[in-house]
T-cell receptor, first 115, second 113 residues
């Protein structure tokens, strides 16, 4: 099966600019996650969707970050305006919700550099 | 979710077994142990998970102690491609939480020729 697709692979922007990341999960996977991974640290969950509804966004900086999952498939994560500390890899993951302890499958992420 | 403790780094000779330990002394009865690894510039990759019994798949074996307070991931014949950061994560069963994973710092495994 095809894996989780993310684009772009790399993005460089200046602070105060806006940026958007796109994720296409594995076909049929109901649950989608966005993680932020700062260099040298483990990934940190930003937001989780179940179909097109938000399940957990407690760690999402809502003053500048937003995410949506239209039609319960693809998802976009947006940052506006970006800060220097937003430089990180943004990872998307999906899982087949409802199948007990099915594992998360991750994409290769988008590496964001804010200058 | 219970907290896990892993060594920061480990070395292993190519062709030998790599044994990666993980302590999870506060694990509860309905929490699973998951292992993921992350190779440089890639997303985390699922390896294996278990609840009580030892588990084996094509990638690795997972040994969980009888009291479930620690576990060991075994890569039977490590290759240079196994060089990565390995994460041990304890997670509630899906019926009890959102299925999310909380990552720690992991163990950096360096396989040497």
């Amino acid at each position: 099966e095809a894996g989780v697709a993310q684009s772009p692979r790399y993005k460089i922007i200046e602070k105060r600019q806006s940026v958007a990341f796109w994720c296409n999960p594995i076909s049929g996977h109901a649950t989608l996650y966005w993680y932020q991974q700062i260099l040298g640290q483990g990934p940190k969950l930003l937001i989780q969707f179940q179909n097109n509804g938000v399940v957990d966004d407690s760690q999402l900086p809502k003053d500048r970050f937003s995410a949506e999952r239209l039609k319960g498939v693809d998802s976009t994560l947006k940052i506006q305006p970006a800060k220097l500390e937003d430089s990180a890899v943004y990872l998307c993951a999906s899982r087949a919700g409802g199948r007990g302890n099915s594992p998360l499958h991750f994409g290769n992420g988008t590496r964001l550099t804010v200058t | 979710d219970a907290k896990t403790t892993q060594p920061t780094s480990m070395d292993c000779a190519e062709g030998r077994a790599a044994n990666l330990p993980c302590n999870h002394s506060t694990i509860s009865g309905n929490e699973y142990v998951y292992w993921y690894r992350q190779i440089h510039s890639q997303g985390p990759q699922y390896i294996i998970h278990g609840l009580k019994n030892n588990e084996t798949n094509e990638m690795a074996s997972l040994i969980i102690t009888e009291d479930r307070k620690s576990s060991t991931l075994i890569l039977p014949h490590a290759t240079l491609r196994d060089t990565a950061v390995y994460y041990c994560i304890v997670r509630l069963s899906y019926s009890s939480n959102t299925g999310k994973l909380i990552f720690g710092q992991g163990t950096t495994l360096q396989v040497k020729p």
